[in-house]
């Protein structure tokens, strides 16, 4: 996958850019929107270029010739010529300092001006001696949120998102079977579990032909070096940068297997100590009785709970949180899935910050399945992403008129993404957000209010009797932006009573709200809605990264609005 890899070059080419006064602003852009575009594709550019060359990669938004050129370039040579000419002028890690809350391209280079600051170390020096606040422009407070910016970004240090792993691990898994060399290989680990990031990926394969399995997997082009390798066990580093364990495994212990490395640790612990209370032994390799003889043969993860007594849990649910003993009662949730999922509701056009048209959206969303598709532009305090005025939603509403009586095959829902102001007043009249079928508020700007204030602003808007549904309401950005200071119990249960149902947000980078906030939230009697948020026709598949965080946190598709067919969940949103 060179997705990310290039997306991360083409970011770091357009902050050099940008630092030049000379250079036109369209370049910049023009390599940032090529960044977004590959950094979200879900099909490998690699494969892209492979199948159709310069031409398919052409067809990608934001890919022009030139852009097609560099990919074509990197994809034969490793490396990009403009990058490196550029990187002789500044020799700073831009893409190691940008992902530092707080810090732009144009701060890092007045830091390696002054400081000769060049990548991430030299900067907590410079803290470390107290060099930044001394700087013209930057002062005290600068200097401590760079300091709590570089401790986020350490405390998640090598995690990747689950929207750049499980599409990696999928391709892996892919070649393995297209190998002709495996029976089976399947994506165990925190992967599986679709938690939010992911240290290193496990796979475990089955085959007549390990030694030559283990030859294959070293030799693919995902694999940047080798760093153990066994006959049973392989570990590589792959070029996005993450390692992964490849493991052989006997059929008959492959149930076993696949539970033990799907773990999670604690939920592994405390399954093997119900084993002993019941005179088994668990382990990787079976389950076995006291004269040691493999008692359910260890085939598949079923077997082994009902030996134990169990239902069976999705792997999403074994983070040991109550979800053994529920399965000892047979009481586990049905939890929701993909399949349940009838529309989407967060969604973005052209109109405001999307790529492509309402039509282009709509024909994809049916394209996935859904019933229906609700289109939720940025109003217009939201200038970063073109937000639009009242009469320029007035103008789009009939543009959603027009297509609904011409008829796409689903249904396109009138809404907005509207802003949530400093004072909890909501971004448009009252009189725009009367023609939606139904409203989402947001929470973009002035984050930085303490507790109290930004639970009041969000109160606020939920009681305004104009909401339906609160966008990412933690406003967090995985590994870049920690959630604002919110208190969620307040938020929820003003939820419960004015009927406004959370979002859990799909986007790779937000998955807001997350597990965790979800398990909370469930003690309200509060609805939630899986979005996608996507910009281009692509992130609606996002879907299941959403669906993950929602099984993660056991709800039900009771539990979520856009299970519902579009008549019912309109008689929701009236109230
Ligand atoms: P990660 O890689 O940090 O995102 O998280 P995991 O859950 O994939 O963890 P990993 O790769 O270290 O190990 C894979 C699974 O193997 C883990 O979920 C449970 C199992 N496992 C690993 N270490 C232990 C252990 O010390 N005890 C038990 N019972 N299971 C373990
Ligand atoms: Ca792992
Ligand atoms: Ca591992
Ligand atoms: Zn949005």
Same mark, same amino acid.
Request: aromatic content about 6%; hydrophobic content about 35%; charged content about 35%.
């Given at each position: 996958m060179y997705n990310s890899k290039l997306a991360e070059l083409f970011e770091e080419i357009a902050d050099m850019l940008e630092l030049d006064p000379k250079i036109s602003r369209f370049e910049p852009r023009a390599y940032r929107k090529a960044a977004m575009t590959i950094g979200t594709l879900q099909e490998d550019v690699g494969e892209i270029y492979e199948k159709r060359g310069l031409n398919g990669l052409m067809e990608l938004s934001g890919v022009g010739k030139s852009i097609a050129g560099h990919i074509e370039e990197y994809i034969k040579t490793g490396k990009i010529k403009k990058y490196e000419e550029l990187k002789?002028?500044?020799?700073?890690?831009?893409?190691?300092?940008?992902?530092?809350?707080?810090?732009?391209?144009?701060?890092?280079?007045?830091?390696?001006?002054?400081?000769?600051?060049?990548?991430?170390?030299?900067?907590?020096?410079?803290i470390e001696r107290h060099r930044i606040r001394e700087l013209e422009g930057f002062g005290e407070r600068s200097e401590e949120e760079l300091a709590k910016g570089i401790a986020l970004l350490e405390s998640s240090k090598g995690r990747m998102l689950l929207?750049?792993?499980?599409?990696?691990?999928?391709?892996?898994?892919?070649?393995?079977?297209?190998s002709g060399l495996v029976e089976k290989a399947m994506v165990c680990g925190s992967t599986r579990r679709m938690k939010e990031t992911v240290g290193d990926l496990d796979i475990l394969i089955i085959s007549k032909n390990g030694e030559k399995v283990m030859d294959f997997v070293t030799k693919m082009n995902e694999v940047e070096n080798i760093m153990l390798r066994g006959p049973t066990k392989t570990t590589v580093w792959l070029k996005i940068g993450l390692s992964c364990d490849f493991r052989l495994i006997e059929p008959t212990s492959f149930g076993a297997a696949t539970q033990y490395f799907t773990g999670n640790k604690n939920h592994n612990i405390k399954i093997r100590e119900i084993a002993i209370?019941?005179?088994?032994?668990?382990?990787?390799?079976? =389950?076995?009785?006291?004269?040691?003889?493999?008692?359910?043969?260890?085939?598949?993860?079923?077997?082994?709970?009902?030996? =134990?007594?169990?239902?069976?849990?999705?792997?999403?649910?074994r983070e040991d949180r109550g979800e053994l003993d529920l399965a000892a009662q047979h009481k586990l949730p049905q939890v929701v899935g993909l399949d349940d999922i009838l529309g989407d509701l967060h969604v973005h056009s052209k109109h405001s910050d999307g790529d492509s048209t309402i039509e282009e959206m709509a024909l994809?969303?049916?394209?996935?399945?859904?019933?229906?598709?609700?289109?939720?532009?940025?109003?217009?305090?939201?200038?970063?992403?073109?937000?639009?005025?009242?009469s320029q939603f007035l103008k789009y509403f009939?543009?959603?008129?027009?297509?609904?009586?011409?008829?796409?095959?689903?249904?396109?829902?009138?809404?907005?993404?509207?802003d949530i102001l400093k004072d909890g007043t909501l971004d448009l009249k009252d009189k725009t957000l009367e023609q939606m079928d139904y409203v989402i508020g947001s929470v973009h700007m002035n984050t930085n209010m303490d507790k109290e204030e930004m639970t009041k602003r969000v109160i606020k808007a939920i009681e305004s009797g104009h909401l339906?549904?609160?966008a990412h309401p933690t406003g967090r950005l995985i590994n870049?932006?920690?959630?604002?200071?919110?208190?969620?119990?307040?938020?929820?249960?003003?939820?419960e009573k004015n009927n406004v149902a959370m979002e859990i947000d799909a986007f790779p980078d937000r998955l807001d709200l997350n597990d965790e906030n979800i398990f909370k939230a469930k003690k309200y009697k509060i609805n939630f809605s899986i979005?996608?948020?996507?910009?281009r026709p692509s992130h609606l598949q996002f879907m299941r990264y959403g669906i993950g965080m929602a099984r993660r946190g056991w709800l039900t598709a009771h539990n979520v609005l856009n299970t519902l067919p579009e008549e019912k969940l309109l008689k929701v949103f009236k109230k």
């Amino acid at each position: 996958m060179y997705n990310s890899k290039l997306a991360e070059l083409f970011e770091e080419i357009a902050d050099m850019l940008e630092l030049d006064p000379k250079i036109s602003r369209f370049e910049p852009r023009a390599y940032r929107k090529a960044a977004m575009t590959i950094g979200t594709l879900q099909e490998d550019v690699g494969e892209i270029y492979e199948k159709r060359g310069l031409n398919g990669l052409m067809e990608l938004s934001g890919v022009g010739k030139s852009i097609a050129g560099h990919i074509e370039e990197y994809i034969k040579t490793g490396k990009i010529k403009k990058y490196e000419e550029l990187k002789k002028k500044y020799p700073v890690d831009f893409s190691g300092l940008t992902k530092i809350q707080g810090m732009g391209a144009k701060k890092a280079l007045k830091l390696y001006t002054e400081l000769n600051v060049k990548n991430v170390d030299d900067l907590k020096k410079a803290i470390e001696r107290h060099r930044i606040r001394e700087l013209e422009g930057f002062g005290e407070r600068s200097e401590e949120e760079l300091a709590k910016g570089i401790a986020l970004l350490e405390s998640s240090k090598g995690r990747m998102l689950l929207g750049t792993a499980l599409p990696e691990a999928e391709n892996i898994v892919k070649k393995l079977m297209d190998s002709g060399l495996v029976e089976k290989a399947m994506v165990c680990g925190s992967t599986r579990r679709m938690k939010e990031t992911v240290g290193d990926l496990d796979i475990l394969i089955i085959s007549k032909n390990g030694e030559k399995v283990m030859d294959f997997v070293t030799k693919m082009n995902e694999v940047e070096n080798i760093m153990l390798r066994g006959p049973t066990k392989t570990t590589v580093w792959l070029k996005i940068g993450l390692s992964c364990d490849f493991r052989l495994i006997e059929p008959t212990s492959f149930g076993a297997a696949t539970q033990y490395f799907t773990g999670n640790k604690n939920h592994n612990i405390k399954i093997r100590e119900i084993a002993i209370k019941k005179g088994y032994k668990l382990n990787e390799y079976g =389950l076995f009785d006291k004269k040691n003889r493999n008692a359910v043969a260890g085939k598949g993860e079923e077997e082994i709970y009902k030996a =134990l007594g169990m239902d069976c849990m999705p792997p999403e649910m074994r983070e040991d949180r109550g979800e053994l003993d529920l399965a000892a009662q047979h009481k586990l949730p049905q939890v929701v899935g993909l399949d349940d999922i009838l529309g989407d509701l967060h969604v973005h056009s052209k109109h405001s910050d999307g790529d492509s048209t309402i039509e282009e959206m709509a024909l994809e969303a049916k394209k996935l399945g859904r019933k229906y598709i609700g289109i939720t532009d940025h109003s217009k305090s939201e200038h970063v992403a073109n937000g639009m005025d009242d009469s320029q939603f007035l103008k789009y509403f009939d543009e959603i008129d027009r297509l609904n009586d011409r008829g796409l095959g689903i249904k396109i829902l009138k809404s907005g993404e509207v802003d949530i102001l400093k004072d909890g007043t909501l971004d448009l009249k009252d009189k725009t957000l009367e023609q939606m079928d139904y409203v989402i508020g947001s929470v973009h700007m002035n984050t930085n209010m303490d507790k109290e204030e930004m639970t009041k602003r969000v109160i606020k808007a939920i009681e305004s009797g104009h909401l339906n549904i609160i966008a990412h309401p933690t406003g967090r950005l995985i590994n870049r932006r920690e959630p604002f200071q919110i208190d969620l119990d307040n938020v929820f249960e003003s939820a419960e009573k004015n009927n406004v149902a959370m979002e859990i947000d799909a986007f790779p980078d937000r998955l807001d709200l997350n597990d965790e906030n979800i398990f909370k939230a469930k003690k309200y009697k509060i609805n939630f809605s899986i979005d996608t948020d996507a910009h281009r026709p692509s992130h609606l598949q996002f879907m299941r990264y959403g669906i993950g965080m929602a099984r993660r946190g056991w709800l039900t598709a009771h539990n979520v609005l856009n299970t519902l067919p579009e008549e019912k969940l309109l008689k929701v949103f009236k109230k």
